[in-house]
């Protein structure tokens, strides 16, 4: 079982359990390793004590979070952060496909592709020339992922690439990763606007669908802001796990609730050691 799947296996668990504030004892039983291991699993993989990422996971928290994030957020508009945003040490640049090759789906087009390890699990990465076009965690098998990659982009053709991939996946992923990042979008005009916005939430920083439908311009349109942000095909990079429900509940996610909240207990802690 690697890292992230048994953090996985104890961020289940809490869904349920996590009102009690189980000891390490408890926690430690749950990912099936010793007191001593788990704790220096926890330290490695985020950067803070289990007791800590425990609060990070709680609707309690992510409510307050919500909360203060209004003037994290506020602030950074008001400073000229208009996106494309920063993450980490990364810059993010995005192209939009044109209409017209919007309409060839993926014709001319070369996807290098490759299946890498991450703090979250497995996830699948398609590079064109012009970035990255794809960026998946896997909720099964790696078959899938590929059959999912190649239906939202047809016409296109495909090499496997697991060195390059591997590369993309240090930079993003990797505690020294610096540089510039370039996205490849395909997706519709008002499905761009919103991935923009979500590129103008900082780290550390959540939003409810509400505030990304205003920040994307269209204050009336939660909804369709929300199945917008459901489509997003780039993860982590574009991040959509930065928005949850107006209650402080995490919400759904395309590649799992349980991993939302891992990501977001990653960057919480990342944020506070200044990692």
């Given at each position: 079982m690697s890292d992230y799947e048994r953090i996985e296996k104890v961020i289940r668990w809490l869904e349920k359990n996590y009102a009690s504030q189980p000891s390490l004892v408890e926690l430690s039983k749950v990912a099936g390793v010793s007191e001593f291991h788990f704790q220096r699993l926890f330290s490695r993989w985020t950067g803070t004590t289990p007791k800590s990422f425990v609060q990070y996971l709680t609707a309690k928290?992510?409510?307050?979070?919500?909360?203060?994030?209004?003037?994290?957020?506020?602030?950074?508009?008001?400073?000229?952060?208009?996106?494309?945003?920063?993450?980490?040490?990364?810059?993010?640049?995005?192209?939009?496909?044109?209409?017209?090759?919007?309409?060839?789906?993926?014709?001319?087009?070369e996807i290098r592709y490759g299946v890498q390890k991450t703090p979250f699990g497995d996830c699948l990465i398609g590079l064109t020339s012009r970035g990255i076009c794809h960026l998946a965690f896997l909720n099964n098998d790696a078959d899938e992922a590929v059959a999912e990659l190649k239906a939202n982009w047809p016409n296109a053709e495909f090499k496997l690439s697991r060195t390059e991939t591997a590369k993309i996946a240090k930079r993003i992923f990797g505690k020294s990763g610096k540089g510039k990042i370039s996205l490849l979008l395909k997706g519709t005009a008002f499905q761009i606007k919103v991935w923009e916005a979500l590129l103008r939430i900082p780290e550390g920083a959540v939003v409810s669908y509400s505030n990304l439908a205003a920040i994307a311009g269209n204050a009336s349109a939660s909804r369709a802001v929300g199945s917008a942000v459901g489509r997003n095909s780039i993860a982590y990079l574009i991040p959509c796990h930065r928005v949850i429900k107006e209650t402080g509940a995490i919400g759904e996610y395309r590649w799992g609730s349980s991993r939302k909240r891992a990501v977001l207990a990653w960057e919480q802690a990342r944020k506070e050691t200044n990692i």
């Open positions: 928290h992510a409510k307050q979070l919500l909360a203060d994030s209004k003037d994290v957020l506020s602030a950074s508009l008001e400073s000229g952060l208009s996106g494309p945003g920063r993450l980490h040490d990364l810059i993010i640049s995005i192209e939009a496909v044109t209409p017209g090759e919007f309409k060839a789906k993926g014709a001319g087009v």
